[in-house]
T-cell receptor, first 114, second 117 residues
Framework: KAGVTQTPRYLIKTRGQQVTLSCSPI?????VSWYQQTPGQGLQFLFE???????NKGNFPGRFSGRQFSNSRSEMNVSTLELGDSALYLC?????????????FGEGSWLTVV | AQTVTQSQPEMSVQEAETVTLSCTYD???????LFWYKQPPSRQMILVIR??????QNATENRFSVNFQKAAKSFSLKISDSQLGDAAMYFC??????????????FGTGTRLQVTL
């Protein structure tokens, strides 16, 4: 079955703009989480959604937001982009939100802010 | 808050040899999960192996095995019979077993593994 799919894979935005990234989880998975990966900060947890509800949030400013739809697809939005938002954004899905569930990752969306 | 430390930024191993990647973590919790993820140049994170803290037996997946020392908060990954395809960035990760934080992974800084002929 298909894995976690993220779109777009690559994008370039200008400072001050906003961006929306999309994630389609593995079929049947209801939990979606997002991570930011940068050379300086490494991999950092952004947030997790389960059944359209945000269950957990990392330490990021309010410019970072997300949502989940009834089909479990998720989007994350970053408003008023800053140069430091340039990163690989990884989406991950699991069957449920319990700790025993394996988390599967997509290939990520590369965001460059210029 | 939990922290994960990988003290080896880079490691190198010859094909067919064995290599061990180190990971230590800090937590006050008694129930948790530990993982090793591999990130090849495609950047997709691939689960290599997982360990439940309540299990004393070390996890094994084919050529990959771990040495889990709960008291020492150590979780190393051993790769046997290394192959060229093992070259990648390896991340150690921690996940709490507490409800509400269960899906959050805390990652180490990674170890880049090179495999030479």
């Amino acid at each position: 079955k298909a894995g976690v799919t993220q779109t777009p894979r690559y994008l370039i935005k200008t400072r001050g703009q906003q961006v929306t990234l999309s994630c389609s989880p593995i079929s049947g998975h209801r939990s979606v989480s997002w991570y930011q990966q940068t050379p300086g900060q490494g991999l950092q947890f952004l947030f997790e959604y389960f059944s359209e509800t945000q269950r957990n949030k990392g330490n990021f400013p309010g410019r970072f937001s997300g949502r989940q739809f009834s089909n479990s697809r998720s989007e994350m939005n970053v408003s008023t982009l800053e140069l430091g938002d340039s990163a690989l954004y990884l989406c991950a899905s699991s069957w449920a939100t319990g700790s025993g569930n394996t988390i599967y990752f997509g290939e990520g969306s590369w965001l460059t802010v210029v | 808050a939990q922290t994960v430390t990988q003290s080896q930024p880079e490691m190198s191993v010859q094909e067919a040899e064995t290599v061990t990647l180190s990971c230590t973590y800090d937590t006050s919790e008694s129930d948790y999960y530990l993982f090793w993820y591999k990130q090849p140049p495609s950047r997709q994170m691939i689960l290599v192996i997982r360990q439940e803290a309540y299990k004393q037996q070390n996890a094994t997946e084919n050529r990959f095995s771990v040495n889990f020392q709960k008291a020492a908060k150590s979780f190393s990954l051993k790769i046997s019979d290394s192959q060229l395809g093992d070259a990648a960035m390896y991340f150690c990760a921690y996940r709490s077993a507490l409800t509400g934080t269960a899906s959050k992974l805390t990652f180490g800084t990674g170890t880049r593994l090179q495999v030479t002929l």
